[in-house]
């Protein structure tokens, strides 16, 4: 069964690190969709892409977070520099329909990152 | 502001035993409504998705219902197993990227 892919899935960094994060979406999924959750609380929308198009990234914090899809396909989110309050979990999920529709949503495993 | 509030936060259930949490949502536009099981440390996994027309939807041992009128959705689970230990989350919105995600419920079935 196909799968949304990310990686690291467990992140340590010192607070004004850089960290990467990368996302493999289902094959196919025109979607793709950044979430930070914080412990406790439900997914917050980070990033939005349709194809290597930004759909919404109202809700990232430009000033240090920055993703891309270069190729349409995968896709990457970097913090520079980390800080406390970024631990958290970074979920990566995608949709084979296109971003204004009802769409399923498929979730990859998360890359939890603590920062130090 | 959109919100999502689920009850109760947490749950503890014997296994086998029937279980029904609750969404209230204030969200505008709203089109569609979704539950997904989230296993600690892994990312949701959906359960169900219902448009505003539909009343009621299955999935195995789990049913959600929806009532738009009054803007709250439920979701039952039947037989509950030891597997069913999870967080639930409740999720509304127009779409699948301007929807709102609920804090979720933590279910923890015991033998």
């Known amino acids: 069964e196909a799968e949304v892919a990310q990686s690291p899935r467990y992140k340590i960094t010192e607070k004004s690190q850089a960290v990467a994060f990368w996302c493999d979406p289902i094959?196919?999924?025109?979607?793709l969709y950044w979430y930070r959750q914080i412990l406790g609380q439900g997914p917050e929308l980070l990033v939005q892409?349709?194809?290597?198009?930004?759909?919404?990234d109202s809700q990232l914090p430009k000033d240090r977070f920055s993703a891309e899809r270069l190729k349409g396909v995968d896709s990457t989110l970097k913090i520079q520099p980390a800080e406390l309050g970024d631990s958290a979990m970074y979920l990566c999920?995608?949709?084979?329909?296109?971003?204004?529709?009802?769409?399923?949503?498929?979730f990859g495993e998360g890359s939890r990152l603590t920062v130090l | 502001k959109n919100q999502v509030e689920q009850s109760p936060q947490s749950l503890i259930i014997l296994e086998g035993k029937n279980c029904t949490l609750q969404?209230?949502?204030?969200?505008?536009?709203?089109?569609?409504l979704r539950w997904y099981k989230q296993d600690t440390g892994r990312g949701p996994v959906s359960l169900t998705i219902?448009?505003?027309?539909?009343n009621t939807k299955s999935n195995g041992r789990y049913t959600a219902t929806l009532d738009a009128d009054t803007k709250q959705s439920s979701l039952h689970i039947t037989a509950s197993q030891l597997s069913d230990s999870a967080s639930y989350i409740c999720?509304?919105?127009?779409?699948?990227?301007?929807?709102?995600f609920g804090d979720g419920t933590t279910l923890t079935v015991k033998p």
């Open positions: 969404c209230n949502y204030t969200v505008s536009p709203f089109s569609n």
């Open positions: 219902m448009t505003f027309s539909e």
């Open positions: 999720v509304a919105g127009p779409n699948a990227g301007k929807s709102t």
């Open positions: 892409f349709q194809d290597e198009s930004v759909v919404d």
């Open positions: 999920a995608s949709s084979y329909r296109t971003s204004g529709s009802a769409g399923e949503l498929f």
């Open positions: 094959s196919g999924h025109a979607t």
